[in-house]
Structure formats: C-alpha cells, structure tokens
C-alpha cells in the first residue's frame, strides 16, 4: 500500500511538473555601484537550472548549476560544475533517493541512510543557494534544520521592507541564516519566498531591474548586522571600574626577545599602571579585580598589516589576540562610519590604520576604494584621504603606470606614503623608483622576475604565475637588482604569504596545511570551503609545481630577512587565525619565533608611528595585550592559544566570543575574581533598532 501511495503521488508530482509554466529568474550582482556579475535560473516545475558568474577584478566563480526540488523545498537532488574563486575545477553533487543520501564535493564524499531528503548544504554556493536554504527553513515549524554533512542552520527574521515604486513595488522580508560560516548570511526574500538579494562576497546579488535599490537594501542589511555586532559587544567586552591585577604572568618583550620572571601587571582601564615582580605583589585592595595568570606568559597586542575590515572581523581578530589592524582598503563610506564607533566601544574591534586605495579604470577594476578618471581626480582622492587622517595611499592593479610618480608626489606633498600592487605592466622596480615606500604581497614583488612581456597581472594569472617560481633563481641579476633597491631605498614587504599558501597548497579532500591547528574548531561550512583545490591542476607535474614554487617563496623570504629588509605581517584575511600563521611562516623562513613576535608587535607599531603607546607591555602604555599558557619564544604556535585579551579598556575571553560565533573554543578563561562591590559591565548598547514594518528607511546611529 505504501509503494502504491508513493507511485501515485510521484506520478501527481510529475504531471503538475509537466503542466507547469517555465519561468526564468534574473539576478545581477553589483559591486560599488557596478555590475560584476549574474544569476539567471530556469524552472520547469521543480526542476531548476541556474547559471551564476562573477568576474571581479579577474577573479569569481562561473557555474552551472541544477536541482531537483521536494515538496518540501527541500532538494532531492543538486549538482555543481564549473571553475570556483581562482579558477579551480568544481564538480558537485548531491542525491537522496530510496532512502539514502549520497554526496561528493571538493571537500569531501560520503553516503547515509536518511528516511528523508536532509538538507545538504553545497560546499560551492552562491546568493541563489541561500534563497533555497531559506525557503527550506520557512517550511520548518522552529525555522531549524539539522545539515548533511553535519552542523545545523537557523533562519530569524529580522526585518520587513518596501522597495520599488507604483507597479514595480515588493514588499521583502530580511531573514538571517546562522550556523554554516564564520559570519551570517542575509537574504531578502519576495511575498512568494523567492529570492529577491543577498549581499556578501562579491558586493549585493539583487533581481534584475532592481540594481538602482541595491545600496539601499545593502545598507538595510548592514543596519541589521550592526544591531547584532553591538549586541554581541555589549555582552562581551568587559569593563571595570576599578583597577585589574593580573597576577603570576611572565611579560614578553619584543626588544630583548625575552620572557621575563613571574610578574604581576596592573591595569586601570586602557593604561597599564604598574609592573611588580610576584614577590613585590601584596594583597590586592578589597575594590580590585584580580586574574590568576597561572605563569603564562603576556604577549604585547598582534599586528594585522594587511586586513580589509567587515562589521564581524572585530571579534575574530581580538579573540586572537590581534588588537590592531592596518585596513589596506575598503568601502570608505562603511570605514568612515565604523572607525568612532570601535573608538567608543559600541562596536568590537582592533584599533585601526586606515590606508587609501587608488585604483584603474579598466574592465578588472578593484571596486572598493576610488577609481580616479584622471590625474586632477586622483589629487582630490588624495586629498579626500589626508584631510581623514589616511596613512598612506594604497595603489591596485589597473592603475595606469604612468600616475603613479604623480600620485606619489601627490601623497607624500600632504604626509602621505605609497604602498601598493605592482600595477599590470608595470615592474617592482619601476614602482619603486616612482616612489613606492612599501610593496604589497609576495606574489606582486616575485611576479616581476616571472613574467613575460605583456602578461597581464590583473587576472588570476598573478596566482598561477607562481608556479613558475619552482625553477626560480634567487641569485639570478633580476633578483638581485630588486633586492638591492629595496635595501637601499629601505622598502619593507607585506608579504601576506599566509594566503598565498592558502591559494597555492591547498587541495580538494585534504586539510590545508595553514589550517592544521584551526579548521576542526570552525563551523562546517568553512571547514568544508577550505578544503578545495583553489588553482587550476592539469595534472601531477602542475601540482608538483606550486608546492616546489611555495618553498621558493619561503626561500625569498629568507634571502629578504638576512638582507635586513622588513616584513610587515599582514594576511588579506579578517579571521585573526591567519596573523599567527603568517608568523609561523616567517619563521619557516629564518625567523626565530622571538623575531617574528617582534615584527607583529613592537616592529609594526613602530611603523605605523605608534611604538610610543603600543608594542611593548610597560608602565603608561596602552593596555593592549593577550594571555597565552605557554611560551612563544619557544613554540610561536602558543599565541593560538589565547586565554585573555585587553585592548581598549576592556576584557575580553576568547573562549566566550569563540563559543557566541560558534567556534569552538581553543583556550579556557584563567580565574576571574571580581569583588562585589565592583561592577564588570560590557560597554556600548546595540547600534540602533533595525527597521519595522513602518518604516521606509533603514536608519544608522
């Protein structure tokens, strides 16, 4: 009887497929007011066929995808193929049928037994796939749904909204997807549960026709994860009205590159006020919070030089001890509205540098920053940048190499420096006879000695050129050349080799050697992105390539380190799990791990000028360091480990942020004893109530 019932609705099912009309669903996505990218998906009943492709800045994915819908919006069947971020190869695929559900992947492959479609969340997605998770989740009584391959999803509502004049007007509600990433996804969906955008990745995915109201729903979205940033700030970031004592530590100093004798730190709100060695110590005052370090050892706040910050890295980068940053890049309407606010503390984050970036008008065009149309435009950027009190001038890839010994007279006429990528056609040593001060990532100084004439970096082929690099000459007259300007013209290097291996190493189905001490902390969903093949393989001799090229790249690193040329440790990352693992690569490349501690402290903060408040843990400082259990000095993977972080006046416990993110937790809170009488309170409320259904405007405090 069973098998009949099933034969019969099966047979329903396909005739109201057969009957039912095909419609096609358009969306673009659009970057900083450009379109960088399309979906379109056909369906026929419930069947859908979509196509989705990115190109920005010579990078995004283009794929085909199909599924099979059930009854329950859940898929019954889902493939993938094309070319992910870098080019890599996708092939996907997921099916339940007769009771069993079988999958395979980039990352993995496996079957179960499941007496019903589970909901199988791709490793290769994209805006379209959120709208399915959604819907999905709509059909759920608690809008919660256990995942294959593991993990669960949540769906919450977090907004209504009306877009579109007269006839062309939608009414949307914003929902929330949690459980699968780092961050929340956030997707709009239409009256009928379709969807209408979703922002993330590449800019905001809207429906065709719609573009115009893109930065207004982006905006929208942005209000509603401000809201969630704050709350999550008011909650973690502790504060106390009464000085703090940190007792029984060892200090780190980034100077002698030593670890000191027990001591004890005392903190009164953002300045250290006291350095006594355990013996000194006394009973702390009845009003004082205490902390019993258990003879771990402070290290001084970490250094990002590379980050382009986003609304959710704050807490990332402070659980890892990361307590400044220098953005190398950004939206700079969102940058200047973000800035005050991590200043204030209502929302989390390191204390930021923010860089300017200049970029070329061409069909790869970076579109974040400001793309000048000409010389007397980039003199107003410039100015635009100073007058805010910019460190230097980021310039990007299609910048005309003619403008840029203009652009740096320009920066440095109003204090500015250079830094940047090597413009396409343009060489490492051109840039720094034109007055570059600093060069941007390993790949762009390496390139020069790589490619051909007319090769045109503002494609993947600045990754994938690095395969060259395998029969590389280090001793080479090219090489030299370089290197000897950089000595002489005192040139440091971001090298941001952490995500170069990143791109280069890793493989499909093999976890990333970068990711070693991390990924099985993370929530499924990026545990499984991770494990990908990035770069395009035609077989083993190219495979075989990248890796002798990487080790070629450490052995750069090495030849700059004994030169004396600075490091500057930066990741192009947000996530505070890279900055060590950059450091740990230095010191694959020469470094002791006491040397690679100072350049992501001490060495950075003096760079950016700040060494006279930050960098080291002394008396008037700002109080701006983490608790490790063990010594880094002898093992730099230590600093994965944080226990406690201050910055800015407050305390922060990274096992409580990793737990509200998550993640699960790498290091336990040491004994916190808080006096009655003293109050500990996060400080900093939400940033402002998210739209109702009366509203017409999102609204930002």
């Given at each position: 009887?069973?098998?009949?019932?099933?034969?019969?609705?099966?047979?329903?099912?396909?005739?109201?497929?057969?009957?039912?009309?095909?419609?096609?669903?358009r969306?673009?996505?659009?970057?900083?007011g450009?379109?960088v990218?399309?979906?379109?998906?056909?369906?026929?009943?419930?069947?859908v066929?979509?196509?989705?492709?990115?190109n920005d800045?010579?990078?995004?994915?283009?794929?085909?995808?199909t599924?099979?819908?059930?009854?329950n919006?859940?898929?019954l069947?889902?493939?993938?193929?094309?070319?992910?971020?870098?080019?890599?190869?996708?092939n996907?695929?997921?099916?339940?049928q007769?009771?069993?559900?079988?999958?395979?992947?980039?990352?993995?492959?496996?079957?179960?037994?499941?007496?019903?479609a589970?909901?199988?969340?791709?490793?290769?997605?994209?805006?379209?796939?959120?709208?399915?998770?959604?819907?999905?989740?709509l059909?759920?009584k608690?809008?919660?749904?256990?995942?294959?391959?593991?993990?669960?999803?949540?769906?919450?509502?977090?907004?209504?909204?009306?877009?579109?004049?007269?006839?062309?007007?939608?009414d949307?509600?914003?929902?929330?997807?949690?459980?699968?990433?780092?961050?929340?996804?956030?997707?709009?969906?239409?009256?009928?549960?379709?969807?209408?955008?979703?922002?993330?990745?590449?800019?905001?995915?809207?429906?065709?026709?719609?573009?115009?109201?893109?930065?207004?729903?982006?905006?929208?979205?942005?209000?509603?994860?401000?809201l969630?940033a704050?709350?999550l700030?008011?909650?973690?970031?502790?504060?106390y009205?009464?000085?703090v004592?940190?007792?029984?530590?060892k200090?780190?100093d980034p100077?002698?590159?030593?670890?000191?004798?027990l001591?004890t730190?005392?903190?009164m709100?953002d300045?250290?006020?006291?350095?006594?060695?355990?013996?000194?110590?006394?009973?702390?005052?009845?009003d004082?919070?205490v902390?019993?370090?258990?003879?771990?050892?402070?290290v001084?706040?970490?250094?990002?030089?590379h980050?382009?910050?986003?609304?959710?890295?704050?807490?990332?980068?402070?659980?890892?001890?990361?307590?400044?940053?220098?953005?190398?890049?950004?939206?700079?309407?969102?940058l200047?509205?973000?800035?005050?606010?991590?200043?204030?503390?209502?929302?989390?984050?390191?204390?930021?540098?923010?860089?300017?970036?200049?970029?070329?008008?061409?069909p790869?065009?970076?579109?974040?920053?400001a793309?000048p149309?000409?010389?007397?435009?980039?003199?107003?950027?410039?100015?635009?940048?100073?007058?805010?009190?910019?460190f230097?001038?980021?310039?990007?890839?299609?910048m005309?190499?003619?403008?840029?010994?203009?652009?740096?007279?320009?920066?440095?006429?109003?204090?500015?420096g250079?830094?940047?990528?090597v413009?396409?056609?343009?060489?490492?040593?051109?840039?720094?006879?034109?007055g570059?001060?600093?060069?941007?990532?390993?790949?762009?100084?390496?390139?020069?000695?790589?490619l051909?004439?007319?090769?045109?970096?503002?494609?993947?082929?600045?990754?994938t050129?690095?395969?060259r690099?395998?029969?590389?000459d280090?001793n080479?007259?090219?090489?030299?050349k370089t290197?000897?300007?950089?000595?002489?013209?005192?040139?440091?290097?971001?090298?941001?080799?952490?995500?170069?291996?990143r791109?280069?190493l890793?493989r499909?189905?093999?976890?990333?050697?970068?990711?070693?001490?991390?990924?099985?902390?993370?929530?499924?969903?990026?545990?499984?992105?991770?494990?990908?093949?990035?770069?395009?393989?035609?077989?083993e001799?190219?495979?075989?390539?990248?890796?002798?090229a990487?080790?070629?790249?450490?052995?750069?690193?090495?030849?700059?380190?004994?030169?004396?040329?600075q490091?500057?440790?930066g990741?192009?990352?947000?996530?505070?799990?890279?900055v060590?693992?950059?450091?740990?690569?230095?010191?694959?490349?020469?470094?002791?791990?006491?040397?690679?501690?100072?350049?992501?402290?001490?060495?950075?903060?003096?760079?950016?000028k700040?060494?006279?408040?930050?960098?080291?843990?002394?008396?008037?400082?700002?109080?701006d360091f983490?608790?490790?259990?063990?010594?880094?000095?002898?093992d730099?993977?230590?600093i994965?480990?944080?226990?406690?972080?201050?910055?800015?006046?407050?305390?922060?416990?990274?096992?409580?942020?990793?737990?509200?993110?998550?993640?699960?937790?790498?290091?336990?809170?040491?004994?916190?004893?808080?006096p009655?009488a003293?109050?500990?309170?996060?400080?900093?409320q939400?940033?402002?109530?998210?739209?109702?259904?009366?509203?017409?405007?999102?609204?930002?405090?």
């Amino acid at each position: 009887m069973f098998v009949m019932r099933s034969l019969a609705a099966a047979l329903l099912l396909a005739g109201a497929a057969a009957h039912a009309a095909t419609t096609t669903e358009r969306l673009v996505v659009v970057a900083n007011g450009e379109k960088v990218g399309s979906i379109v998906a056909t369906t026929e009943g419930r069947s859908v066929a979509v196509d989705y492709a990115v190109n920005d800045n010579g990078r995004g994915p283009k794929q085909h995808v199909t599924l099979t819908l059930g009854a329950n919006e859940v898929p019954l069947a889902w493939t993938v193929q094309g070319t992910s971020l870098m080019g890599g190869a996708v092939n996907e695929s997921f099916q339940w049928q007769a009771g069993k559900a079988v999958w395979k992947s980039q990352a993995d492959a496996g079957e179960v037994a499941a007496p019903q479609a589970p909901l199988y969340v791709l490793n290769d997605d994209s805006p379209w796939a959120l709208g399915v998770y959604a819907r999905a989740l709509l059909k759920r009584k608690d809008h919660s749904i256990a995942l294959l391959p593991s993990g669960t999803m949540k769906l919450i509502e977090v907004g209504k909204r009306r877009v579109g004049q007269g006839a062309q007007a939608v009414d949307l509600k914003l929902y929330r997807l949690e459980g699968i990433q780092l961050s929340p996804s956030y997707v709009f969906l239409d009256g009928k549960g379709r969807l209408f955008a979703a922002p993330g990745g590449f800019g905001i995915t809207v429906r065709e026709g719609y573009e115009a109201q893109a930065a207004e729903l982006k905006r929208a979205v942005g209000e509603a994860d401000q809201l969630r940033a704050g709350e999550l700030q008011a909650r973690l970031a502790h504060r106390y009205d009464a000085p703090v004592r940190l007792r029984h530590v060892k200090v780190f100093d980034p100077r002698t590159g030593q670890v000191g004798p027990l001591s004890t730190v005392v903190v009164m709100r953002d300045r250290i006020t006291g350095i006594l060695p355990d013996e000194q110590d006394g009973a702390a005052a009845a009003d004082q919070v205490v902390i019993d370090g258990q003879g771990g050892v402070l290290v001084p706040g970490l250094h990002d030089m590379h980050s382009h910050t986003s609304l959710n890295s704050g807490l990332f980068y402070l659980a890892a001890g990361v307590t400044a940053t220098r953005d190398m890049g950004n939206d700079n309407a969102f940058l200047q509205w973000l800035l005050p606010r991590i200043e204030a503390g209502t929302l989390a984050g390191p204390r930021i540098t923010p860089n300017g970036l200049l970029e070329g008008r061409s069909p790869f065009s970076l579109r974040i920053g400001a793309i000048p149309e000409s010389l007397e435009d980039a003199q107003r950027w410039v100015d635009w940048y100073a007058d805010r009190g910019y460190f230097q001038i980021k310039i990007y890839n299609s910048m005309n190499p003619d403008w840029v010994r203009p652009i740096v007279e320009m920066a440095k006429r109003r204090g500015m420096g250079v830094t940047g990528h090597v413009p396409a056609f343009d060489t490492p040593d051109r840039v720094i006879a034109d007055g570059y001060g600093e060069l941007t990532h390993l790949n762009q100084l390496v390139l020069g000695w790589l490619l051909k004439d007319g090769e045109d970096t503002r494609t993947a082929l600045r990754l994938t050129a690095l395969a060259r690099a395998a029969t590389l000459d280090l001793n080479s007259a090219p090489v030299q050349k370089t290197v000897q300007a950089m000595v002489d013209g005192k040139i440091p290097l971001d090298p941001t080799i952490v995500v170069i291996e990143r791109l280069m190493l890793s493989r499909a189905g093999k976890l990333p050697p970068g990711d070693v001490d991390t990924l099985d902390h993370l929530p499924i969903g990026i545990q499984r992105y991770r494990k990908r093949t990035f770069v395009p393989l035609k077989g083993e001799a190219d495979d075989k390539a990248y890796f002798a090229a990487f080790d070629k790249l450490l052995d750069t690193l090495r030849l700059l380190h004994a030169r004396g040329i600075q490091l500057l440790p930066g990741t192009d990352d947000e996530t505070g799990f890279t900055v060590h693992r950059e450091l740990e690569l230095y010191t694959k490349a020469g470094y002791t791990p006491a040397e690679a501690l100072r350049a992501g402290t001490l060495d950075a903060a003096e760079y950016l000028k700040q060494g006279q408040r930050r960098g080291t843990i002394e008396r008037g400082k700002d109080a701006d360091f983490f608790l490790v259990a063990d010594d880094p000095t002898r093992d730099i993977r230590a600093i994965k480990k944080a226990r406690l972080v201050f910055k800015g006046g407050a305390v922060y416990q990274p096992s409580e942020i990793y737990e509200a993110l998550s993640i699960k937790p790498f290091a336990s809170t040491p004994p916190i004893s808080v006096p009655a009488a003293t109050t500990s309170a996060a400080h900093g409320q939400g940033g402002g109530a998210f739209f109702s259904e009366h509203d017409d405007e999102p609204h930002l405090d």
